[in-house]
């Protein structure tokens, strides 16, 4: 049981048809440490800018969105907050809703344990992890889902039991 009631974000948008496959209920977490250049949400850098929720809150609200195919957890970089994307991610998967989480961390580098240990548990509560750094040389239209070509869509319970990076064929 992970004691967490807060976190700090940039917003949500409840129904959101550009973060993942089909609606998605989206977090987009607050504080981001890549700092990416040509980042497209520069706003969620500050760790201390957004505003502070209610993680029940947050939950009760997605809960009570309808028509929803799955949540996706962005930001900023939720793997930041980790705690707050387990329980996000498991009120999602109470809903039958699969998560799908954006980091600016590439797998391995979360793996071994780059953004803590909490965040190597978070991977078990998260179904595809989008990876990496956007990188503005490797910008591309023909990446769905993601800004560019460095960046993987990830099977994270393949990965997990395979020990190895597995990406995402079907989408
Ligand atoms: S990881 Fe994402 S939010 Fe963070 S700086 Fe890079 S593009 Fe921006």
Redesign the pocket.
């Known amino acids: 049981m992970i004691d967490v009631q807060t976190a700090r974000i940039a917003g949500t948008v409840r129904h959101s048809s550009v973060d993942g496959p089909g609606v998605r209920y989206v977090v987009f977490f607050q504080g ?1 440490p ?3 250049k040509a ?4 706003e ?2 500050d760790p201390a800018g957004g505003e502070e929720i209610i993680l029940e809150d947050l939950a009760q609200e997605m809960r009570r969105t309808k028509f929803l195919d799955g949540i996706t957890l962005s ?3 939720p793997l930041r907050q980790p705690a707050a994307v387990i329980c996000m991610a498991d009120a999602a998967h109470e809903k039958g809703l699969p998560v799908w989480c ?3 961390w590439t797998f391995e580098e979360v793996l071994a344990g780059k953004a803590g240990d909490l965040a190597v548990e978070a991977l078990s509560h998260i179904d595809v992890l989008v990876d990496g ?2 990188i503005e040389a490797l910008r591309s239209r023909d990446c769905i889902y993601r ?1 560019s070509s460095n960046q993987r869509l990830i099977d994270v319970p393949g990965s997990l039991a395979a020990k190895k990076a597995v990406e995402l064929k079907d989408i």
Not at 39 to 42: D, I, V
């Open positions: 981001c890549h700092h990416c980042c497209q949400n520069p969620t850098w930001g900023g970089d954006y980091t600016g750094p956007f800004g």
